[in-house]
C-alpha cells in the first residue's frame, strides 16, 4: 500500500465549480479523514497579497491556522472573505508563481503528515503534482454552463446577485476565462492524473457522485477500503 507518511491521501482535482470542495468534504467525514481544499490557501494569499503586498503574504500563510478546512488568520475566519469570484480571480493569478506554489504546498504537506488517518485533498494538482503517490485520485469535472448554473444558484441563495439571465452569462464567461487560464498556465496546470478515476457530474447530484467514488475505493482499492473500513463510522 503506497501511503504519505502512513497516511492515506485521496485527491480531487478539477476545475472551478465541479463540486470538489463539497464532494471532498462529504467524502472526508465519510471515511473519518481530514479536508482541505487546496483553492483555500491560494484564495488566502491573494486576499493577504491586496493588504500586505505578495512577498508577505507567502511570508503569512505560515501564520494561518486551518480547523475543520476553515482559514483563520489573527484568530478571524476569513473564509467568507476569501469565497468570492474576485478573489478566486487574484488566486488564479498568483498561482502561476513558483515562490507562491512551493508554499501552498509545504503547508498542505505538512497537513498530511499531521493528520490523523489522513486527508481528502482538493485543488487542480493535487493528483500529479503534490501528491502523484496519493493511492486514491479522483478527477471531477462537469461542463462549463452546470458549473455557471451551480454557483448562480448558490449566489442568488446567498443574495449576492439579483438573478438574472446576464448574471448568468458572465458567470458563464468568467469560469469559461478561468478554465482557460488555470489549463494553460506554464507550472502545474489543470490536467487529468494518469491513474484517476474520471467522473463527469454534469447530470449527477452529490449523493450519486459521492457513492460513485464510495463505490471505485471499495472495488478498485480494496487494501484502502479495508483500511479506511477498520474505524469508519
Ligand atoms: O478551487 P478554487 O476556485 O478555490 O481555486 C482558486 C484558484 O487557485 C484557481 O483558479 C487556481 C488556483 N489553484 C491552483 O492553482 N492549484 C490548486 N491545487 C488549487 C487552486
Known amino acids: 500500500m503506497v501511503l504519505t507518511s502512513h497516511k492515506i491521501v485521496i485527491t480531487i482535482d478539477g476545475p472551478a465549480g465541479s463540486g470538489k470542495s463539497t464532494v471532498g468534504k462529504i467524502l472526508a467525514e465519510k471515511l473519518n479523514l481530514e479536508h482541505l481544499s487546496s483553492g483555500k490557501l491560494y484564495r488566502t494569499i491573494a486576499y493577504l497579497k491586496e493588504r500586505f503586498g505578495l512577498e508577505e503574504a507567502i ?3 505560515d501564520k494561518i491556522e486551518i480547523k475543520n478546512g476553515e482559514i483563520f488568520f489573527e484568530a478571524e475566519n476569513i473564509d467568507d472573505k476569501i469565497s468570492s469570484e474576485e478573489i478566486g480571480k487574484i488566486a488564479s493569478d498568483i498561482s502561476k508563481i513558483r515562490s507562491v506554489r512551493d508554499k501552498v504546498n509545504e503547508i498542505q ?6 493528520s490523523k488517518k489522513g486527508i481528502v485533498v482538493d485543488g487542480r494538482d493535487e493528483g500529479t503534482q503534490v501528491f502523484p503517490e496519493a493511492p486514491v485520485k479522483i478527477f471531477l469535472t462537469a461542463s462549463p ?4 448554473k451551480r454557483k448562480f444558484e448558490d449566489l442568488k441563495k446567498k443574495g449576492k446577485i439579483k438573478g438574472t439571465k446576464l448574471e448568468l452569462e458572465n458567470l458563464i464567461e468568467e469560469i469559461r476565462k478561468r478554465d482557460e487560464q488555470d ?3 506554464e507550472i502545474s496546470p489543470l490536467e487529468v492524473p494518469d491513474d484517476a478515476f474520471y467522473i463527469d457530474s454534469t447530470s449527477k447530484s452529490i449523493d ?8 471505485f475505493i471499495k472495488t478498485q482499492k480494496p487494501e484502502i477500503w479495508h483500511f479506511l473500513n477498520e474505524d469508519l463510522k
Open 109 to 114: 504537506k505538512k497537513l498530511a503528515k499531521e
Open 145 to 148: 454552463e452546470e458549473r455557471a
Open 59 to 61: 511570508k503569512l500563510l
Open 208 to 215: 450519486e457522485v459521492i457513492e460513485l467514488i464510495m463505490n
Open 183 to 185: 489549463k494553460t498556465r
